[in-house]
C-alpha cells in the first residue's frame, strides 16, 4: 500500500505466532474472502475476526476491497494479499537471524533460474488446451520443489558449516580475549564483516568511546584480521 512503512520482522512475527491469523493468511492466499466466510471456515466469531483483520491489514500483509455484487446490494468488503513476503528464522549455536525478504518474479529474476526451469516456463505459456496446462504446471511445480529441497539442504548444511567455524571462531576469543565485551565484539565483526565503530557500539548497544578504546586495544593484537575487516566492509 503507498506511503505504508514496511513491518518489521518483530511485528510480522508477532502476527504469525497467533494460530488464527495464520489460518486467515492462508485461505486469503487460496483466494479473497469477505469477512464472514472467513468466520464460518474457521469456526470464529465475526467480531475476533475483524480484529485479526484489521491487524494484518495494519501492518500492510492484507489489504481490503469492496465489490459491488448487486445492483440493490450493499458492497461487500473483501480481504486479499498484498506484496509476497517470506521469512526466516535459523537458530542454532551462535547463530539468531530472523530475516524477511521479498519473493518478487520479475524480468530480471528469470534469468537466474535454470535453463530448464526457463524452458518450461515457455512452454507452460505456450499451452492451449486445459489440461495440457494442469499437466505442464504439476510437472514443473514438482521439479520446482524437488530444487528448493536440495537448496534447503544445502542451506542446512552451510549452516552447520558456519556453525563448526564459529565454535572454532569461539575457542580462539575466549582464549584471546579478556573481557565479555571484547568477546562479544570480536563476534560480531567476524559474524557482520563490520568493524566500524558506531555500527559496533549500536550492536553491542555500548558508548561509542568505550567501543573505540577497546578496538584500539584489540587491533593491536588482531592487526591481520583487523586490516581484513576493513578490506571487506569497503
Do not use: W
Amino acid at each position: 500500500m503507498p506511503n505504508r512503512e514496511e513491518p518489521t520482522i518483530d511485528q510480522i512475527l508477532d502476527a504469525l505466532g497467533n494460530r488464527t491469523r495464520r489460518r486467515i493468511l492462508e485461505l486469503l492466499a487460496e483466494e479473497p474472502r469477505y469477512l464472514l466466510q472467513l468466520a464460518k471456515e474457521l469456526d470464529v466469531s465475526q467480531q475476533a475476526i475483524l480484529k485479526h483483520l484489521s491487524l494484518l491489514e495494519e501492518l500492510g500483509l492484507i489489504q481490503s476491497y469492496e465489490v459491488r455484487e448487486g445492483v440493490r446490494a450493499p458492497p461487500r468488503k473483501y480481504y486479499k494479499l498484498t506484496q509476497p513476503i517470506a521469512v526466516s528464522v535459523t537458530l542454532m549455536r551462535h547463530i539468531a537471524e530472523y530475516e524477511t525478504y521479498e519473493p518478487y518474479l520479475v524480468r530480471e529474476d528469470v534469468a537466474l533460474l535454470s535453463e530448464d526451469i526457463r524452458d518450461e516456463l515457455r512452454r507452460l505459456s505456450a499451452a492451449r488446451e486445459r489440461d495440457e496446462v494442469l499437466s505442464t504446471a504439476a510437472e514443473i511445480l514438482q521439479r520446482i520443489e524437488d530444487r528448493r529441497r536440495k537448496l534447503r539442504e544445502e542451506e542446512a548444511a552451510l549452516a552447520r558449516a558456519r556453525q563448526m567455524i564459529l565454535d572454532r571462531v569461539d575457542e580462539v576469543i575466549r582464549e584471546s580475549c579478556r573481557t565479555a565485551l571484547e568477546k562479544r565484539a570480536m563476534l560480531a565483526m567476524v559474524q557482520r564483516f563490520e568493524c566500524d565503530i558506531d555500527q559496533i557500539s549500536e550492536m553491542l548497544n555500548v558508548r561509542e568511546r568505550v567501543v573505540r578504546e577497546m578496538l584500539e586495544e584489540l587491533e593491536r593484537r588482531f592487526s591481520r584480521f583487523f586490516e581484513l575487516m576493513r578490506r571487506m566492509s569497503q
